[in-house]
């Protein structure tokens, strides 16, 4: 049945009524005034039978999340609130009137004598095992004596099973991240042996595979330029072909070579001017642009604190790759451009909302390429296109990824068939 307004006003002001009178007793038994088993009501002192004074000291203390017991002087439970009984799983019959050392480990009995002792005449607390149907219960008491009032010792005792279970797994997890560690320090010895057999393979790469190289190159010219009408047009075909698979393995060494020494070479960020990068690389390819006709438009670009021989590469990557793949009917036309925002205004999921970034964007009216295809061009020796429509090593998307990535940002790419393709740059600034 619910109650009205008035009945719910009358039921608050009993329960304050009954609360202000638990206040007065416990005073009353702080100040002496009472032996404990009295009550100062209208101040009137109401004697009560131990039954009802277990009563009053049950609403006071039921409500506790934790166990409360009193025990007598010869550690016999004289009161336990139900909480305890829970913890337990015990009746009240079996709880009450007995020795509390019968619920105590024999591995903890002694370390609780010691705790009592010293409760019988001020306060002690410590850990215990408590004991239940052969389960191990982990409790925190705390034991305060109640004399002179009574010649009883409260006790608090709290359960430390799910505190326990934490800090086994925090153990267990103290191991495991050891191992982990262990196993981790393995992995870096023998990512260091790595890294040192890398830079043989980069030396014995830039060195003893060059040379040979180099002379094949060499001696292939001399004959082309001075045996050339003795030679038959098989063999001059032969010789054109023998230098230019030399060629191509030069390149192949040397972008190889640059893809090794994005990790290995010295990071030194600098503030540098990305029109300068830019410039730079038009000069060093400007007779590529010059034959294809191309036109290279820049805007918006600025300073930024980046690594200038690796982004040096990364556009002379991108801007041969967009002049490499243009569209025979058009003359290539590059967009170049740059900002610095906020990750929440980029399209971009993956970017941290609150971190600025510089977002560079190399867009080209290219032959383009399927949406299928925008992760896999990154990757080392993935090709498109067959070798005999257009050259190269297919490492130098590879190489710009890696470099992006060492400078803490992402790169994608879009495309679309016959419409040129895009690769939209975010490095982190600030």
Known sequence: MELSTENLIDKIKELEHKLEEYEQF????????V???????????????????????????????????????????????????????????SVIGKSFYQFIDPESQDIFTQLFRK???????????????????????????????????????TDMSAKKIQENILKENEVEIKKKAAQLEV????????????????????????????????FATRI?????????????????????SAQKMQTLIEDLLAYSRINTSQRVFETTDLNKIVDEVKEDLKEVIKDKKASIEVTGLGDVCIIPFQFRQLMHNLIVNSLKFSNPDNPPHIIIKSEITEGENLNNPTLAPETKYCHISVMDNGIGFEKQYKEKIFEVFQRLHAKN??????IG??????????????ITADGEPHKGAVFDIYIPVG
Do not use: C
Request: proline residues 3%.
């Open 389 to 394: 429509e257009y050259d190269g090593t297919g």
């Open 35 to 93: 032996d404990g088993f009295a009550l100062n009501r209208n101040n009137q002192h109401e004697i009560l039978t131990f039954e009802g004074s277990d009563y009053a000291y049950r609403m006071l203390v039921e409500s506790f999340g934790e166990g409360a017991l009193t025990l007598s002087e010869d550690v016999i439970t004289v009161y336990t609130n139900n909480y305890f009984l829970e913890l337990m799983n015990l009746p009240y019959e």
């Open 187 to 218: 992995k870096n010895i023998e990512l260091e042996k790595m890294n040192k057999e890398l830079e043989s393979f980069a030396y014995i790469s830039s060195h003893d595979l060059q040379e040979p190289l180099r002379k094949i190159q060499t």
């Open 119 to 157: 409760g019988l005449s001020g306060q002690s607390k410590g850990e215990i095992n408590l004991i239940t149907k052969n389960k191990l219960i982990p409790v925190y008491v705390s034991l305060t004596s109640l004399y002179p009032t009574l010649p009883n010792v409260g006790m608090i005792v």
């Open 397 to 410: 998307l590879s190489i710009v990824k890696k470099i992006v990535e060492s400078h803490g940002g992402i």
């Open 224 to 244: 082309m330029e001075k045996e050339f009408g003795n030679l038959s047009d098989s063999g001059k075909d032969h010789f054109i072909r023998m230098q230019s």
């Open 26 to 33: 416990i005073e009353a038994i702080k100040a002496g005034e």
